[in-house]
């Protein structure tokens, strides 16, 4: 079993760097199938990759707001998850969820931080800048590399090693109405994910018609996303085309498009 | 224009661009990294290095973007640097500052807002059936947008140089893009909530008698009753009333409303009224 966490922890390291970096692997449904895998159990990694998913669509970065670290969340939930609950996948989800909030949140501290160590990182790339030292340049993301990475791994061993047992022993205590009532929770907590999209993109109020459009079509119609999102970039098109001729209309001699352009997606 | 770098230098670039978020910070968030990443390419732009330290500088100050964001301006930059004479080279940081935003904007509506959440729901309900090919699809498909934009983006922006500014201003690309994904978005967020959030009701009301519990015909299921009415109408009232309350909250409450919402269907749960 150690060996097991060893070769996790090293997994956590190597998506920690990813996600700052090339970006591959960052959903839970990319990962959570990799966790399962290596713990012999490619079906429970499955459903609880695409329950986290499905449960953190919309929860990223977002303007200000510092979303949850959904790689340290995924790994440690998914790992405990599966090490606590043997065999049964719906307890497995149900463990998954419930561990994915506290420890996604937990290790968003972490990042938080490693941003604030990073600054002195100013100091050194000044420096290379004053000596006009490119090739120096080249080392400049390595520590904070080291830095994310032990960010992911070590809260990733620690729970691994440490928490297995409890975790196991928690789940066996749970009445099964709390085990029911997860489960439930994993099909609504979404919600949360989809309205935070909403708060995003609903900029101005005819937008909302949209939303109505899209909800109507997959409700009562039961169109896929695929089919949905093919009529979306037809209704996109001709919306686009109808403001874009008012907007030329209404704007007229001064062109201040570009000015109304960087307002509109504030940073 | 000749433009100098190669297809190697272009190809440096893209490899530098891709660890540009590791040196993220507080004090200049991707500053350090647009420096590193842009260095090598000051390099073979200026042979003096009084200019090469001065121009290391002033790409270290302030700057923040979207990830495929920051291969445009990277590119454009690199096109600017080297087109441009010493007394306009302030007016590349107002390039630079005057781009970010909006790419910005552009990257968080097209790639985060619409495509994670089509490809995230496409995966994870082969997943759910227990299909590996869910997975596998959704980085197949998130990486092609993710990595061949960012790759496409350097070349592209690179051989437009300035005119990829030029060119926006006139027709708007940016805004006409972001306005696009934005409409594609909210019809896909519209379906979702019927598709992914499923709040369902097991509650009954029994028109005949109560006390015996008897199952007849004379039980209406209150699910059943609302499907007819509106599909998912449930959801949608979760949904929206979840929303009310990150919009008061100006959305920095996310984590707290998911403990409350699993608190509350557990309660609900327990209750059968879930």
């Known amino acids: 079993m150690t060996m097991t966490i060893i070769v996790i922890t090293l997994i956590a390291f190597i998506l920690g760097i990813d996600d700052v970096s090339t970006k591959m692997f960052r959903r839970p449904l990319l990962i959570a199938p990799i966790i399962g895998f290596i713990l012999g159990d490619v079906q429970a990694g499955l459903a609880i990759g695409a329950t986290l998913e ?38 497995a989800v149900a463990t998954a969820i419930t561990l994915a909030i506290p420890t996604s949140i937990l290790a968003q501290q972490l990042l938080v931080l490693i941003q604030t160590i990073n600054v002195s990182l100013n100091g050194w790339a000044k420096r290379l800048a004053d000596n006009a030292d ?50 439930t929770a994993g099909s609504i907590i979404p ?11 609903l900029k101005k109020f005819e937008l909302w018609m949209f939303l109505v459009l899209g909800f109507v079509f997959s409700s009562y119609l039961g169109l896929d996303i695929l089919p949905m999102t093919l009529i979306a970039i037809v209704f996109a098109y001709f919306y686009e085309m109808i403001t874009r001729k008012t907007a030329a209309g209404a704007n007229g001699a001064n062109e201040s498009s570009k000015n109304t352009g960087e307002e509109e997606y504030d940073l | 224009m000749e433009q100098k770098l190669t297809k190697k230098d272009l190809w440096k670039l893209f490899m530098r661009l891709n660890t540009m978020r590791i040196t993220l910070n507080y004090e200049t968030l991707q500053g350090v990294g647009f420096m590193r990443a842009i260095a090598p390419v000051l390099e073979k732009t200026y042979s003096d290095k009084e200019e090469l330290s001065d121009a290391m500088r002033r790409h270290a100050q302030f700057y923040n973007s979207h990830v495929n964001g920051d291969a445009v301006i990277l590119a454009v930059t690199a096109a600017m640097e080297e087109s441009t004479g010493p007394d306009e080279k302030e007016g590349i940081n107002s390039l630079k500052t005057g781009l970010m935003g909006p790419l ?42 993710n990595i061949g934009l960012r790759y496409y983006a350097i070349v592209y922006g690179y051989k437009k140089g300035i005119g990829f500014l030029n060119d926006n201003q006139e027709s708007n690309l940016i805004q006409r893009i972001s306005t696009m994904a934005n409409v594609v978005g909210l019809m896909v967020v519209g379906a979702l909530i019927s598709t992914i959030i499923k709040v369902q009701t097991p509650l009954e009301i029994s028109t005949g008698s109560s006390v015996t519990g008897e199952v007849g015909e004379n039980v209406i299921s209150i699910q059943e009753m609302l499907d007819q009415i509106m599909p998912s109408v449930l959801s949608l009232a979760v949904t929206i009333a979840v929303y009310h309350v990150l919009k008061k909250t100006k959305g920095s409450h996310a984590a707290m409303i998911i403990v409350i919402l699993m608190l509350l269907t557990i309660a609900l749960t327990y209750f059968g009224i879930l």
Request: aromatic share 10%; glycine share 12%; proline share 5%.
């Open chain 1, 191 to 201: 919600a949360v994910g989809i309205a935070l999209l909403m708060l995003a993109m």
């Open chain 1, 134 to 183: 490119v090739k120096g340049t080249f080392w400049l993301i390595y520590p904070p590399a080291l830095l994310t990475g032990a960010a992911r791994a070590v809260p990733t061993f620690i729970a691994l090693y440490f928490g297995a047992g409890a975790i196991q022993s928690a789940v066996d205590a749970l009445p099964t109405f709390v085990i029911n009532g997860l489960e």
């Open chain 2, 104 to 145: 910005a904007g552009l990257g968080d509506s097209l790639i985060k807002f619409t495509w994670v959440p089509i490809i995230g729901s496409i995966g994870a309900s082969l997943a759910f059936s227990g299909s590996i090919i869910g997975p596998i699809l959704m980085f197949i498909l998130y990486n092609i947008v």
């Open chain 1, 54 to 91: 499905i449960m953190w669509m919309g929860i990223g970065n977002v303007g200000a707001y510092m979303a949850p670290d959904l790689i340290t969340g995924t790994i440690i939930s998914t790992s405990l998850a599966i090490m606590s609950t043997n065999g049964s996948i719906e307890t």
